[in-house]
């Protein structure tokens, strides 16, 4: 028998908007559990004591795209935003701007940590590599094993002898098991029995006992499945299936319970996380135990604030999100009785494991070319769909040798040729050494610059910053803005000194000279463009994001000066060129910490601050009083990122600002926008705050599906 016992709240979910914001992930680590959210934020919790140990969040701009683990080995933790920079830190650590990072060649899907070994990182692509080889090369290439493929769940598990990493890719409704057997460097595949055309995986599970994986597979018909999967190598070179056999079939009250995500407690219990369809059409979230020996429900838990699904299982402790927090629920799970007299009863964690040592003949810097990966085993060169490469192709060694004597025009017909040749499983490697030796050439010879060579090598996305620190530098002393803009977009790692420095060059250059300048215009959007051809008569008294165009009453003189300051930049064409805009529009969406920008934009001119905040007001006054202004850009501007700059802005030149007199106006406009913004969210938290007292004292009712229920707020 299996049942739930006490129960806790650990901590609260990040909302979006109403609604709670799923995690991105939820790691274990002794008595404690790192939380990562979608978004910036990575927390450590003391799960007994239910209180947060630390907090750390990635810049603005940035975004954590994989969830954060513990290396066990070392102590610290590690995390991946923005697919490819890895960053590493320690609990003591307050600022992840300070702490290690690296940008890898290749997207990362998941970190997996074990036990007394480094952990492994799973690119989206297939390929695994542990933490300390990536380390000692962060821009080696990775193989592409999955191919066209989407990896919809992994885990890790520990071998005797090996870890083995598991994960399930999806590719047109047609399921495959990949085994990654790491010492061995040995990669297995198999194809997943194909389902009913009506039910489809949702959530898997697995666990390593006795050199055989096995899945458990949660379907959409409320059916879980077993799979068995050998670790052992078949001399056939067919493709396996795996086949299926019906665990249990999750039927609570006569209702099937469609599950979203399932947890494996052991070899005889499971639990599920999901919701019950029940006749009278009110869907109800539950979180239920199963026994998976005898078929049966041993345990249910009706989670009537809702749930995003999600669930773990750590220890004697479940983790499952409900309404806006994340509960922890303790178990107990007895030993059937049948599975005790067949003498099924053993542990699934394998004692005495070994430390593990592995060969990834990295690439080195000073053998880049002539270092060549090692040849794979044929049943794992099966897996893969590589094309020849041509032997009449330039080799990057050959063109390092080019770049430094030859004329400009020949050094760019042969990187543009190398590029344009079939990549070569060091491609991406080659390319930084290559950007290394233009640069270089650029800085010993004032006259070299071949700008469509640099343009071309940056948009191989396999640049950063931190590989080739000196092409912005070259870039800005060229004023190649286009260079520039493209390095803004691409690179995440920029520090805060290169993004003013590209800032300063933005103002300062002529729109003029920018016509015949190749621009990304993709971030304007809709916002820059000439006021007279869109008329606001009918805008006059829209509300958006707090601002109305109407002055506040209390505003007295002050007010009329604002009315007449709006009126007359309404009739006034945007301060900056639509090249220029595109160009600061790349600014204001970049990464930075504010802590280590300030003091950098205190190099601003005065001209240049003016120029610049006048073209934040006009950003704000489109994205304010337009209702119908369009922000679809790839690289959009928000709201937030337009007030953020102007605080920064006002923060490092408030002196100087407020001493000219010409700022006056642009002063009174900007402050009318501040008050507006203040007002709009003091609104806000006093809707909120009535909201959450009236739930207190008034629990609502389950009033069915279609209600409608005023509350009136005096």
Not at 15 to 26: E, K, T
Not at 301 to 310: A, C, D, W
Not at 671 to 677: E, G, K, L, P
Request: proline content about 4%.
């Amino acid at each position: 028998m299996a049942s739930f016992c006490e129960e806790f709240s650990l901590c609260s979910l990040a909302a979006a908007a109403a609604l709670p914001q799923a995690p991105l992930g939820l790691e274990p680590d002794a008595d404690r559990v790192l939380l990562t959210e979608r978004g910036r934020t990575v927390t450590l919790y003391q799960v007994s004591d239910q209180k947060p140990l630390g907090c750390w969040s990635v810049k603005q701009g940035q975004t954590i795209t994989c969830p954060a683990v513990c290396n066990s080995e070392t102590g610290e933790f590690v995390i991946v935003h923005d697919d490819k920079v890895l960053q590493i830190w320690k609990e003591d650590d307050t600022n992840l701007d300070k702490v290690f990072k690296a940008t890898l060649s290749a997207d990362v899907y998941r970190i997996h940590s074990l036990p007394h070994t480094e952990p492994l990182v799973l690119f989206k692509c297939g390929a695994v590599k542990s933490l300390d080889a990536l380390l000692a090369a962060p821009q080696q290439e990775i193989e592409n094993i999955v191919s066209d493929e989407v990896i919809r769940w992994s885990n890790a598990f520990m071998g005797v002898e090996q870890p083995i990493l598991t994960f399930i890719t999806e590719q047109n409704g047609n399921y495959f098991v990949y085994i990654h057997q790491c010492n061995k460097c040995v990669l297995q595949k198999f194809k997943l029995e194909p389902g009913s055309e009506s039910s489809t995986p949702l959530s898997f599970a697995g666990y390593l006992n006795n050199k055989i994986v096995t899945l458990f597979c949660l379907y959409s018909n409320g059916c879980v499945f077993k799979v068995l999967v050998p670790l052992s190598q078949s001399d056939s070179e067919e493709e396996q299936v795996l086949s299926k056999s019906l665990l249990v079939r999750l039927v609570i009250s006569g209702s099937i319970l469609k599950g979203t995500s399932i947890v494996i407690l052991d070899k005889d219990h499971i639990a599920v996380a999901g919701y019950l369809d029940v006749p009278d059409s009110n869907v109800k979230d539950y979180f239920s135990i199963w026994n998976i020996t005898f078929q049966t429900l041993q345990a249910s838990k009706e989670l009537p604030q809702g749930t995003t699904g999600q669930c773990w299982c750590y220890g004697d402790k479940l983790f499952v999100t409900h309404g806006k927090e994340i509960r922890v629920i303790l178990y107990k799970c007895e030993t059937s009785s049948l599975a005790a007299a067949v003498g099924k009863i053993k542990d699934m964690q394998t004692s005495g494991m070994k430390p593990i040592s592995v060969n990834w003949n990295a690439l080195q810097e000073d053998d880049v070319i002539g270092v060549q990966p090692e040849q794979p085993p044929p049943a794992k060169r099966q897996l893969r769909s590589r094309k020849s490469t041509q032997l009449e192709t330039l080799t990057a060694e050959q063109l390092l040798l080019i770049i430094k004597d030859s004329s400009e025009n020949i050094v760019e017909d042969k990187v543009m040729a190398f590029l344009s040749s079939t990549q070569t499983p060091e491609f991406q490697a080659s390319v930084g050494y290559i950007v290394s030796a233009l640069v270089n050439r650029c800085k010993a010879d004032s006259s070299f610059f071949p700008h469509e060579c640099l343009v071309q090598l940056v948009q191989t996305q396999g640049l950063s910053y931190s590989l080739c620190p000196d092409l912005m530098a070259v870039a800005l002393e060229k004023t190649d803005v286009h260079l520039l803009q493209l390095c803004l977009q691409q690179f995440p790692d920029i520090p805060e000194a290169v993004i003013c420095a590209c800032l300063r060059t933005f103002l300062s250059i002529g729109d003029d000279r920018l016509e015949a300048t190749n621009v990304n215009l993709d971030s304007l959007a809709c916002c820059v463009r000439n006021v007279h051809n869109n008329k606001l008569e009918k805008q006059s008294k829209v509300m958006q994001n707090g601002f109305s165009s109407e002055p506040l009453e209390e505003d007295g003189c002050e007010a009329q000066l604002t009315e007449k300051s709006c009126e007359t930049e309404k009739k006034e064409m945007c301060p900056v060129g639509p090249r220029k805009a595109a160009l600061l529009n790349t600014i204001l969406c970049s990464a930075y910490s504010e802590t280590f920008l300030l003091p950098h934009l205190k190099d601003l001119s005065a001209e240049q601050v003016i120029l610049f905040l006048q073209y934040l007001q006009y950003l704000y006054m489109k994205c304010s009083v337009e209702a119908t202004t369009d922000f679809s850009g790839i690289f959009s501007v928000t709201i937030n990122q337009i007030m953020d700059w102007i605080y920064l802005l006002l923060d490092a030149h408030f002196t100087v600002v407020v001493m000219l007199p010409e700022t006056r106006r642009l002063l009174s406009t900007l402050h009318t926008f501040v008050r507006a913004q203040a007002r709009f969210y003091s609104d806000l938290n006093k809707i909120e705050g009535s909201l959450k007292e009236l739930q207190r004292i008034h629990r609502p009712k389950d009033v069915g599906l279609y209600s409608i229920e005023v509350i009136k707020l005096i």
